[in-house]
């Protein structure tokens, strides 16, 4: 057939390996939206602990033994990472992080005094609000299985 | 007006975070030269250490933000 040649939607180069939130099957999505669920559920809950305490260690604990465990025993499909970087592209990351861990360097090296704060001195009392501590969680959760996946 | 050297902190700050979300704008278009953080974090990811320690990385961040 004419059509032969033209690539249909599975020929597409990374198409299977592309993260859907919302699957093709009923099952699929009735999970997903149960996952979904259970890990809000859980940031929430976690987004109530108090600082320095066991509970709050646990709530950081699980998540990464369960990513763990995914990675190890149930990895998922991976997206498949790019043969090589472009070396100039990936300089102007490098700048960048490296000024990142400078700045935050030079703020501990000076002991985060209030006239020089640590990154952490600053986002520390942004966390303080139960609801965005939550939804900090929650983002860290998903870019520790977007992690996962790669 | 003279900034106070905490503003010029948090600026810096500002600043270096500013510069990475428009660098990921910049390698999200298409036929950019720059990778995207995703590109990049799993090009280190490939070997089984890069992995490792990209994962614990992101981990110690959990536990440095939300434990501590």
Request: aromatic letters at 12%.
């Amino acid at each position: 057939m004419a059509t032969d040649d033209v690539p249909g939607e599975s020929d597409r180069a990374g198409r299977r390996s592309e993260f859907s939130l919302w699957p093709a099957s009923r099952k699929n999505r009735v999970r997903t939206a149960v996952i979904g669920i259970v890990v809000v559920g859980y940031a929430w809950a976690a987004g109530a602990t108090e600082p320095f305490s066991t509970i709050s260690l646990v709530c950081v604990l699980i998540p990464g033994v369960v990513l763990a465990a995914i990675a190890v025993a149930w990895p998922p499909e991976r997206i498949p990472p790019p043969e090589k970087l472009d070396i100039t592209g990936m300089f102007y990351w490098v700048i960048a992080v490296a000024a990142l861990f400078e700045w935050e360097a030079s703020a501990w090296k000076d002991d985060s005094l209030p006239w020089h704060p640590s990154l952490t001195d600053l986002i520390n009392p942004l966390l303080g609000p139960h609801i965005v501590k939550s939804a900090a969680i929650l983002l860290w959760i998903l870019v520790g299985w977007a992690l996962v996946r790669r | 007006m003279i900034m106070s050297t905490r503003a010029v902190t948090i600026a810096g700050f500002v600043l270096v975070i500013a510069a990475m979300f428009l660098l990921e704008f910049l390698a999200r278009r298409p036929g950019s030269r720059i990778p995207t953080v995703g590109q990049w974090l799993g090009y280190l990811m490939r070997p089984r250490i890069g992995r490792v320690l990209v994962l614990l990385g992101w981990w110690w961040l959990g536990w440095h933000y939300f434990a501590r």
